[in-house]
């Protein structure tokens, strides 16, 4: 029995490679063979619907907006929960439990809840169809979470370490950046993947508080329609590159994200 204990595992992650590979397929199809005719690999290999994104400004636009406001949520949400998760871990002040809750809170709600007080905020700040509207949008939801998952990280690093590094002659910045970061760099790694995840993979936020200029692939995606119907291998072709951006991160955060899953809140 011990030589067939790679089966299971193997057919588990080929169940789940499964629908990859038939959006991958699909890109490599036209319309019409998807619509007409059910084959494990295309009759016809093309690749007129990755060239037909890659020479319409509007599609890959929409991947350039989606990656500029991702990535600038990520940074303001690790900056900003940072220094919140490191007060709730080391510091205890009246009321800090209920803030800790009221935090995450913020991330159970349903962001269609704050759809329509952003838009009507940030058409009156002139920060509408802006990559910057979305980033601080998709805040509201990754700053708790980012707050919890450093918050569990940092409560597993003895409180020695401050006090040692304050007796060397540590400024609290400098020991925070040269010691107190690199010691939990697992914590902020999954963070950071978190963050990046939700915001890239977030719709509803993504379409209200943008139009034109700023609109993501994701929305751009739910308008692909002609005469005939949904273009459907060009919705494979960019859903499957929508996968890029996401198989990086993970890759380069990959380490960090197997000790968060065993030493964090995660």
Known sequence: MKKFTWLVPTIYILFLMLPIYWLLNMSFKTT???????????QEFTFENYIAIFTDSTWYNGYINSV?????????SVSAALPAAYA?????????????????????????VFALPFFQLY???????????????HGL???????????????GVPKE??????????????FFVKIFMPTIAAGIGVTAFFCFMFSWV??????????VAAKPIAAIMTRTASTSGYELGLLAAAG???????????????????????????
Do not use: C, Q
Not at 68 to 76: D, E, F, G, P, R
Not at 88 to 104: I, Q
Not at 247 to 263: E, T
């Open 88 to 112: 709730f871990s080391r510091y205890r002040f009246l009321g800090d439990k209920h803030l800790f809750f009221w935090l995450l809170t913020n991330r159970m709600a349903p962001p269609a």
């Open 123 to 137: 058409s009156a700040a002139n920060l509408f169809d802006t990559p910057l509207a979305v980033a601080l949008a």
């Open 32 to 42: 019409n063979e998807i619509l007409g005719v059910f084959t494990l690999w295309p």
């Open 68 to 76: 500029t406001y991702v990535v600038i949520n990520t940074v303001i």
């Open 141 to 155: 939801f990754n700053i708790p979470l980012a707050v919890w998952i450093l918050e569990g990280f940092m409560s």
């Open 202 to 211: 977030e719709l509803l936020l993504a379409k209200t508080l943008t139009s």
């Open 161 to 174: 370490l401050d006090e040692t590094a304050y007796v060397d002659g540590y400024s609290f910045p400098r």
């Open 240 to 266: 499957a590159l929508t996968i890029i951006p996401g198989a990086i991160v993970i890759y380069f955060v990959r380490n960090h994200i197997a000790k968060g899953f065993a030493l964090g809140r995660v």
